[in-house]
């Protein structure tokens, strides 16, 4: 979706490296989302933000670090790279509206290698 | 958030009806079914869901069974374009809005 864009959209790094995923959207949704995939799973969520400032964590956010500075952007950081983080990167959003119906749009993701 | 359980693969002729099962028999009352896709290394896309009611939009019909163990989503016409992970996610409305992905089916449709 051309709504939530992911920058940069491959990245190779080494262990021990900080790095910086940006995420940003002009869809004007309070809540976004960072996940990431393995090869042949699902996908697992990192961190949500509700609101500007609103930091919560998913369910692996060990090793992980988020900054929503802004409604449009959220950004996910490597503070020291590990090639166990090597994986595809989903950034998300979402409209609450009070319903069920708040349904995630998917930004085109970030591969990151970590050698 | 109720488990889900979904077969692996299946294959389906372009232009006939596709249907994907989805199991989910802890489905608890407040529980949505929803389904998502994801086009090789693309990120997902929402699909429909419903609480107990069959649904249909542009993309496709949603089938709930009446003790809403179970659900099938029918994608009417297939096309090459609808080869993709289709993912049955169940979760209630005071979730938080987080989505649990399982493993999916993999959906081939073929020419």
Partial sequence: DADVTQTPRNRITKTGKRIMLECSQTKGHDRMYWYRQDPGLGLRLIYYSFDVKDINKGEISDGYSVSRQAQAKFSLSLESAIPNQTALYFCATSDFRGQAGNEQFFGPGTRLTVL | ?111
């Fill in chain 2, 1 to 111: 958030d109720a488990k889900t359980t979904q077969p692996t693969s299946m294959d389906c002729a372009e232009g006939r009806a596709a249907n994907l099962p989805c199991n989910h028999s802890t489905i608890s009352g407040n529980e949505y079914v929803y389904w998502y896709r994801q086009i090789h290394s693309q990120g997902p896309q929402y699909i429909i869901h419903g609480l107990k009611n069959n649904e249909t939009n542009e993309m496709a019909s949603l089938i709930i069974t009446e003790d809403r163990k179970s659900s099938t989503l029918i994608l009417p016409h297939a096309t090459l374009r609808d080869t993709a992970v289709y993912y049955c996610i169940v979760r209630p409305l005071t979730s938080g809005s987080r989505l649990t992905f399982g493993e999916g089916t993999q959906l081939t449709v073929n020419p």
